[in-house]
């Protein structure tokens, strides 16, 4: 998600730091920031939007002889993309940059204020500032102090900090958040990703969860997670900038299919609690006198508030029904001021989704965007916005943002289920426990790939692709049956699996190639009979099912069975990767297909 760009030696520091960041760019952001340390003085700049501001800003900056640096680019989960809450983050003498999330940061802080500690940003970093400060005051040396700090925290991170308390060291520590160390003589690079760092720098060390330490002029001193020093044994940095780009992977939209276990974690981070499901960025009472739910969006983004609408009526009893935007605006709807108005985009930009938006305002009903970008005109004209935390997603085929739509939405239903009492407490520990399990089951096997790749050869032709499910998963075969057509320019719809025998089974012969989600924990002896009519006409079939099915032509055995959302997102997965290697094998650009654009900003 954001970037981190660190250097220690005699060189012009901003320019390194900025070049560095430029070439995360990509990554997306939308405020940025550096500090130096040199003569023993401390200087920063942040400003909000594109590289240029901070540029501008810092134009009359230099920084060369000995120091160290620390730079970075946010994409803002925790608090608004505005100047205070860009990095560094600073205390009376120190600078933090972090990537991640900091989950016990609301102790943290209270624990801190309670000690005279006054905050400026709204953001979960600056706890990390503070707290070294603290343990400096308390008279811990410098390092250990960066030790103590980063015992108290939970969460995910990769961090760099500087202080006027070790001029030209920069301490650094990592957990879940990428972080290497690149080395070029006596100078000392840090990143979040190669790309920052190649051509500058020729070996470096990818640190692994748990380990710290800190880095001055020649030396690096590194540290395992049960404290023991560490030896640091380099390999050679990569030499092609576009591949470090896609982390080695073929195009992002694979990336992006691979990443969707890790940014699950992020989006589930800090409000998935023992006791229930919390939205901080929600206002008190912002639910209450809401009688219903009409979610409006498009093409991907409304596939998710499809299969939101199945959960949010189930489980939290709430009316909800789910819209097409552009459909919406020109129907004049009835629109009563109890029901809560959910929009849903990745980009917060599509032009049909923001104009419903106004409209329903205008209606005067309260409005909530589940939104990748904050910032964005939706989250801007939204009442209240809770943020996907996928981050920037590049491909044009849209993968980890529609899974954190889902899981927001599976939030939201729990959340609501829990303020109006549906849910009996049983169920909202059987509901809280998949949700963390959800990140196993969006995790890519070696294995699942390369049976997909090979059985995709199979899959090239034919007069279309039916993918088919109920409940749930008939959201899901839409979503399939989009990717696919996306990327392929094959022609694929999804359908609801008991619906095929009024019309569409006429199409039904060896050429009709059926997807069909057959989950254990939904409607399977349902799905099966649907299934079994089609087969009858001889139409090829692929199962994709923890159960196996031997009227199947071909077969995908899922594994997570416990819980029909993990058999969503493993079911997910799997169709993802199935349109990806067909599209890959017909030739096509998987990131960039003909005729699409990631934001539709027209109507
Ligand atoms: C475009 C993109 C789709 C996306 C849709 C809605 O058509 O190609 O991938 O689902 O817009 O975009 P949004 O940013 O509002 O989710």
Redesign the pocket.
Same mark, same amino acid.
């Given at each position: 998600m954001c970037g981190i760009v660190g250097y220690i030696g005699p060189k012009e520091k901003k320019s390194i730091l900025l070049d560095g960041l430029q070439e995360l760019e990509y990554r997306g952001y939308d405020s940025a920031g550096f500090a130096v340390i040199s003569g023993g003085k401390l200087s920063h700049f942040k400003a909000v939007g594109k590289l240029a501001n901070l540029r501008k800003k810092a134009a009359d900056f230099t920084s060369e002889g000995p120091g160290a640096a620390i730079g970075h680019t946010r994409w803002a989960t925790h608090g608004k993309p505005t100047e205070l809450n860009a990095h560094p983050h600073m205390g009376a003498f120190s600078y933090v940059v972090h990537n991640g999330i900091i989950e016990n940061y609301r102790p943290l802080k209270e624990e801190l204020e309670a000690q005279g500690v006054r905050f400026l940003s709204q953001t979960d970093t600056e706890v990390i500032v503070h707290l070294f400060e603290q343990k400096i005051r308390e008279g811990l040396e410098p390092f250990e102090a960066f030790r103590a700090t980063i015992g108290r925290l939970e969460g995910a991170y990769a961090i760099l900090l500087i202080s006027e308390a070790a001029p030209e060291t920069i301490f650094f520590a990592k957990n879940g958040s990428p972080l290497l160390i690149a080395l070029d003589g006596e100078e000392i690079y840090f990143a979040s990703s190669d790309t920052a760092v190649i051509g500058k720098a020729q070996e470096a060390y990818y640190l692994e969860d748990g380990e710290y330490g800190y880095a001055r002029p020649g030396e690096v001193r590194l540290y395992r997670p049960d404290d023991e020093p560490k030896a640091l044994t380099t390999i050679p940095l990569p030499s092609d900038k576009a591949m470090a780009q896609k982390d080695g992977y073929r195009f992002f939209m694979e990336k992006e299919i691979y990443e969707q276990s890790t940014v699950i974690g992020d989006t589930i981070l800090g409000r998935v609690l023992d006791e229930g499901i919390e939205f901080e960025e929600l206002p008190d009472g912002f639910f209450d006198g809401i009688a219903s739910i009409t979610i409006c /969006?498009?093409?991907? &983004?409304y596939h998710a508030g499809l299969t939101g609408a199945y959960l949010l009526e189930r489980m939290a009893r709430i009316p909800c029904r789910v819209e097409i935007a552009s459909e919406f605006r020109y129907k004049e709807p009835l629109l009563s001021p109890d029901t809560l108005f959910v929009t849903?985009?990745? &980009?917060?930009?599509?032009a049909d989704?923001l104009e419903a938006l106004k409209m329903a305002k205008r209606a005067g009903l309260r409005s909530l965007t589940i939104c990748n970008v904050d910032n964005s005109s939706i989250v801007r004209e939204s009442d209240a916005a809770i943020l996907t935390r996928a981050g920037i997603e590049k491909g044009? /085929? &849209?993968t980890k /943002?529609f899974a954190t739509q889902v899981m927001v939405l599976w939030m939201l239903t729990l959340h609501l289920g829990q303020k109006r009492g549906t849910l009996e407490s049983a169920t909202i520990r059987r509901e809280i426990d998949a949700m963390r399990r959800s990140p196993s089951a969006l995790l890519v096997e070696e294995k699942l790939h390369e049976r997909i790749h090979r059985l995709s050869k199979r899959y090239l032709h034919g007069h279309g692709f039916f993918f088919i499910g109920r409940d749930l998963f008939f959201p899901l075969a839409l979503e399939g049956a989009l990717k696919l057509k996306e990327i392929s320019y094959l022609h694929a719809e999804g359908y609801p699996a008991g619906e095929m025998k009024h019309g569409p089974i006429a199409l039904a012969d060896a050429e009709l190639f059926t997807i069909a989600l057959m989950p254990r924990t939904l409607l399977y002896d349902k799905i099966k009979s649907n299934v079994e009519e089609l087969s009858a006409r001889d139409a090829t079939i692929l199962a994709i099912s923890p159960e196996e099915f031997e009227l199947a032509d071909d077969f995908i055995r899922t594994k997570h069975a416990e819980h029909p959302m993990l058999e969503f997102f493993e079911m997910m997965v799997v169709t993802q990767l199935l349109a990806m290697e067909i599209a890959i094998r017909l030739g096509n650009d998987v990131d960039m297909p003909r005729n699409? /654009?990631? &934001?539709?900003t027209v109507e």
């Open positions: /969006a498009c093409g991907t &983004s849903i985009s990745q &980009s917060g930009e599509t989704t044009v /085929a &849209s /943002a699409l /654009a990631k &934001s539709v």
